[in-house]
């Protein structure tokens, strides 16, 4: 079943909705830009659907793909990071459904969306932001601006 996180939270009725065309083709454009990164979360989905995973559609303002099943389960457990619910790479949402909250889907979006914006050198700059924090005496996740502002866009899941 798709998720439908735009509709659900607008609140609007269909003949009060604004022209959809732009928002459509920053869409069309960001997943363009990140096709690179989306490349890399097919690769990875892929054993995941092979394995009687799951795709589903999310509906957003930056779409997505999430894929789960128990190969995903599997990867997340024992990412190289430490243990994880979901990652998004590119287009590509990676998750655990079972522990998947509005909050952790939200955090993802926001991911996927930054990838959107920042196409393929988005692993560098995510890199040059942990690195950043790390020259500042901080945390290199938490501390980092890409997960600050997904974990920001979280609290309006
Ligand atoms: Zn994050």
Same mark, same amino acid.
């Given at each position: #079943?798709?998720?439908?996180? !735009?509709?659900?939270?607008?609140? #609007?009725?269909?003949?009060?909705?604004?022209p959809r065309?732009?928002?459509?083709?920053?869409?069309?454009?960001?997943?363009?830009?990140?096709?690179?990164?989306?490349?890399?979360?097919?690769?990875?989905?892929?054993?995941?659907?092979?394995?009687?995973?799951?795709?589903?559609? =999310?509906?957003?303002?930056?779409?997505?793909?999430?894929?789960?099943?128990?190969?995903? !389960?599997?990867?997340?457990?024992?990412?190289?990071?430490? &243990? #994880? @619910?979901? #990652?998004?790479?590119?287009?590509?949402?990676?998750?655990?459904?079972?522990?998947?909250?509005p909050q952790?889907?939200?955090?993802?979006?926001?991911? =996927?969306?930054?990838?959107?914006?920042?196409?393929?050198?988005?692993?560098?700059?995510? @890199?040059?932001?942990?690195?950043? &924090? =790390?020259?500042?005496?901080?945390?290199?996740?938490?501390?980092?601006?890409f997960e600050?502002?997904?974990?920001?866009?979280?609290?309006?899941?």
């Amino acid at each position: #079943m798709p998720f439908s996180q !735009d509709q659900a939270s607008s609140g #609007m009725l269909p003949e009060e909705r604004q022209p959809r065309r732009l928002p459509a083709l920053r869409a069309l454009l960001g997943i363009v830009w990140a096709a690179p990164l989306t490349l890399v979360g097919l690769l990875l989905a892929l054993p995941v659907l092979l394995g009687r995973g799951q795709l589903r559609v =999310v509906r957003a303002a930056t779409p997505a793909l999430l894929v789960s099943g128990r190969v995903a !389960d599997y990867l997340l457990e024992r990412h190289p990071f430490g &243990a #994880m @619910c979901a #990652m998004a790479i590119g287009h590509i949402i990676i998750a655990d459904f079972r522990s998947l909250t509005p909050q952790i889907l939200t955090h993802e979006l926001e991911h =996927v969306r930054q990838g959107a914006v920042w196409g393929g050198l988005f692993p560098f700059a995510y @890199c040059g932001a942990s690195l950043w &924090a =790390v020259l500042h005496g901080k945390d290199a996740y938490w501390n980092n601006r890409f997960e600050i502002a997904a974990r920001r866009a979280e609290r309006h899941a």
